[in-house]
């Protein structure tokens, strides 16, 4: 994300690059996710799609949410502010900040109000990128779409609100019309993720609506809890017994959005079960506006 060294006016020309470049990668994005050969035969992404489609879509996260941080100041981007000059901004020569801080300082500094849902679908794409760049592709298909699918929601909104009023007429046409694009792969992809729970609400789903909640992974009412364990039904995850006391903290953290830190009181031990499971604000698909104690390995509430 490099000014031209000839600019005389940093934020005329932080506009268009770096908005341009994001928008490549959400239109990548949504061509991996909606690929035809698949698509045609009713299969899904495989997994270079899927691969290319978690590291372009957190590109574009980036370098969009950046773009809005450099038109407040240049130094904003640095990994540390204090530090760091405007010679090493023009020539590239710097560390930037992550997205959690990138977000952070929108919201402080900017005033740029991310909202919950975003944040935590944000949070939840970095971890997936960055589990692939180490430990390989491990996500289902529909896992992907559904999480790709609720960041480019949010980046679509983003660079309509935040960005396209610093673009020139010309460019800011530009993007709207690569926005029409992108946005019709985002209903596309929705479509394939609805039709995935409209096949299971016909189902399986209806007979377990007791026992199940909100996938932490997929973000879907397919998460069942029984005698067989934790599973998605959608994204297809099934927990091993080794995961089982990881599931509550994970579920706090990625479907309710508290910090890690803030878990430890959630989490209590199973009276039924006698395992650490148990915790409370647990919401399940037959009383999706109440709050429960809800067991992640027994499935049992109160």
Same mark, same amino acid.
């Given at each position: 994300?490099?000014?031209?060294?000839?600019?005389?006016?940093?934020?005329?020309?932080?506009?268009?690059?770096?908005?341009?470049?994001?928008?490549?990668?959400?239109?990548?994005?949504?061509?991996?996710?909606?690929?035809?050969?698949?698509?045609?035969?009713?299969?899904?992404?495989?997994?270079?799609?899927?691969?290319?489609?978690?590291?372009?879509?957190?590109?574009?996260?980036?370098?969009?949410?950046?773009?809005?941080?450099?038109?407040?100041?240049?130094?904003?981007?640095?990994?540390?502010?204090?530090?760091?000059?405007?010679?090493?901004?023009?020539?590239?020569?710097?560390?930037?900040?992550?997205?959690?801080?990138?977000?952070?300082?929108?919201?402080?500094?900017?005033?740029?109000?991310?909202?919950?849902?975003?944040?935590?679908?944000?949070?939840?794409?970095?971890?997936?990128?960055?589990?692939?760049?180490?430990?390989?592709?491990?996500?289902?298909?529909?896992?992907? #779409? $559904?999480? +790709? /699918?609720? !960041? %480019?929601?949010? &980046?679509?909104?983003?660079? @309509? *609100?935040?960005?396209?009023?610093?673009?020139? #007429? $010309?460019? +800011? /046409?530009? !993007? %709207?019309?690569? &926005?029409?694009?992108?946005? @019709? *792969?985002?209903?596309?992809?929705?479509?394939?993720?609805?039709?995935?729970?409209?096949? %299971?609400?016909?189902?399986?789903?209806?007979?377990?609506?007791?026992?199940?909640?909100?996938?932490?992974?997929?973000?879907?009412?397919?998460?069942?809890?029984?005698?067989?364990?934790?599973?998605?039904?959608?994204?297809?995850?099934?927990?091993?017994?080794?995961?089982?006391?990881?599931?509550?903290?994970?579920?706090?953290?990625?479907?309710?959005?508290?910090?890690?830190?803030?878990?430890?009181?959630?989490?209590?031990?199973?009276?039924?079960?006698?395992?650490?499971?148990?915790?409370?604000?647990?919401?399940?698909?037959?009383?999706?506006?109440?709050?429960?104690?809800?067991?992640?390995?027994?499935?049992?509430?109160?």
């Amino acid at each position: 994300m490099t000014p031209s060294k000839n600019s005389t006016n940093l934020r005329p020309e932080m506009h268009f690059p770096p908005v341009q470049n994001g928008m490549d990668y959400l239109q990548s994005v949504v061509t991996h996710l909606t690929w035809r050969p698949y698509r045609a035969r009713k299969a899904n992404p495989g997994p270079e799609q899927l691969k290319y489609a978690v590291l372009h879509l957190q590109a574009a996260a980036e370098v969009l949410l950046k773009a809005r941080l450099l038109h407040e100041h240049w130094s904003l981007v640095f990994q540390d502010p204090g530090k760091e000059n405007r010679k090493k901004f023009e020539e590239g020569d710097f560390t930037s900040c992550g997205l959690r801080e990138t977000v952070k300082r929108l919201s402080d500094i900017a005033g740029v109000d991310i909202g919950e849902a975003a944040r935590r679908a944000l949070e939840d794409l970095a971890a997936s990128r960055n589990a692939l760049q180490h430990y390989g592709l491990t996500d289902s298909a529909a896992a992907v #779409e $559904a999480r +790709a /699918a609720s !960041v %480019l929601d949010f &980046l679509l909104a983003f660079v @309509e *609100g935040q960005l396209l009023p610093q673009l020139s #007429e $010309a460019d +800011a /046409a530009d !993007v %709207l019309f690569e &926005l029409s694009i992108v946005a @019709e *792969g985002v209903t596309e992809i929705k479509q394939f993720v609805k039709a995935r729970m409209d096949r %299971l609400s016909r189902k399986e789903l209806k007979r377990f609506k007791n026992q199940t909640v909100k996938c932490p992974s997929c973000k879907q009412w397919a998460l069942v809890v029984d005698s067989d364990g934790p599973r998605c039904l959608v994204c297809m995850y099934k927990w091993e017994s080794w995961e089982w006391e990881d599931l509550p903290g994970y579920y706090k953290r990625s479907v309710q959005g508290l910090r890690t830190e803030e878990i430890g009181d959630h989490v209590m031990t199973c009276p039924r079960c006698n395992m650490r499971t148990l915790t409370s604000g647990v919401s399940v698909a037959c009383a999706p506006e109440k709050h429960f104690q809800f067991c992640f390995h027994c499935g049992s509430r109160a």
